[in-house]
């Protein structure tokens, strides 16, 4: 098959690689259709974060191939969005609901698992980690949206819930990324009332603003902490997201952040640094991290067949798999939010 | 009247003090009967923290002498606890249940509020401020007790809180001074059933297991969290709370937080900092900070009342008013867990 492969850095290639079949009873294999270009692989394509020489790609949805004797909840034929992670979906932290840190899982394209940039994909434990789609003629602007659900929205989700965001509250989303526009649908779909979007790029601010941002904040740093205390009467919001990962976004974040509330963060960290005199004077907490994709899916899923988010959304460029680099390249000159790829039918 | 006067780093005397009176109809004047040295002084003391020159101490129990004219819920003569920090009871921080972060408060010995360690206090906002302990002939171990439920043990109380401990939890405690121990009483009580207390002090050690531990943790630092880790199957403990407030503490208690739990954190920070990347990698939360002592106060003085926790047992040092000096040297010496300091009857 023909698979996207990481050389190190700078070096994206797409070339020949083994086809997957079924090694264990619980495997299934997926025919990728979409595919896409996650932020984090640009930290690889950067070298700024290690990744293992060989496939990549983490998000995808897909048509099931083959499946083996145990898979149970999935058939030859099924639609499916697979999560960024691969769960067994009986150890302990699964059975806690962090499939993300699944204790015998991992995630796609990385330490020798096929990555979702490829034409096929050997999905292990299928029927924990694989989420059918039920049969039905999906446009193609549902299509995207389940490959975001695969990751970013998750992600997104899981700011807004790990900030513990409820209905009533004002939420301030900062990064305008993928994630961070994914984190506004989260935010809206949770019940925030006032949702404050730091953008200053117009064509996501456009986006924030059509996923249910009420007010874009284009100052940033101490400008823009200045402007949201000021906004909310010296409080600070009831929620901030983080969903960026450097030191700017993490003082931000924690800088608007209002008296016992919960910073959420899925930024991966770069440079940053948590301020523990706000955590302890202040009383705001910090939680977040890999999404447990694998558990929001369902309900993330039943919202976007219902037409009620439209994560797919953010997905403003696309290729196919043989122009990949350009994808990478696209949102590396920050020409792209998020790059699409088309692999399969 | 006398009281405790901070100098400077090294520097506490008694010496005079104009007698407190009423200034506003919402005031109190409390004679103080009970007051007591807490770990943060030390950092003053130490001159490692800055404070105001003047009165110190923030943690007593009185009783009311006079109330001002708006003042309907403590009556001359009642028995009173006061949260170590006074509140109004009415701002957005307060209604929100962030007592310790009132907008109009304060804590008391500092920027020219009477200190507990004192005669007299007048007591700002005495209604939102202090709880009325019931008529009663209490011993001097609830007495102490009851001290105890000014500062420590609603610290110790919003570590678990924080980290928020459920019934069956196996939680660890980092740290084994008054703090740390009120936290494995709170741990008890709020269900947990393995405690375990990380201290290298056989008093402490002993103190721990009356409270309520399990087990005694003498390791520290990286052979602390292996072992931990051991205990758990690889996992770590569904709540770690960090009572210290150093770096070493706090590594400690991500280094032994299992995937999704939350640090559950009051040690005021010293060169501490937070590994962001426990945080995103194992979605490890942190909360805790200062705790909102009136809004716990009246559940912990139920318990306390009914002898369900004795948090007074921390005391294990004592001076009068003329000696307080001495009971700052015994702590810093650590001759001393927690000094009380006996003012007046």
Redesign the interface.
Known sequence: MRATLYGGPGDITVGERPDPHLEKPTDAVVRVTLGCVCGSDLWYYRGVNPHALGPIGHEFIGVVEQVGVDVTTVRPGDLVVAPFTFCDGTC??CR???T??CLNGGSFGNHGVDGGQGEYVKVPYADATLVKVPSGDYSDAVMKSLVAVSDVMCTGHHAAV?AGVKPGDTVAVVGDGAVGLCAVIAAKRLGAERIMSLSRNPVRQALAREFGATDIIAERGDDAIKLIMNMT?G?GVDAALECVGTGQSMATAFGIAR??S?VG?????HD???P??T????????????A?ARRYIPELLDDVLHGRINPGRVFDYETGLDDIKDAYDAMIDRRATKALVRIGV
Chains 1, 2 share one sequence.
């Open positions: 302990a932290n806690a609901g962090w993300g840190n790990s009467g409080l008296v016992g919960i963060a899925v930024g991966v960290p940053s640094t948590v523990l005199q955590v302890i004077f202040h009383n705001v907490g910090l939680r977040g991290g890999v447990p």
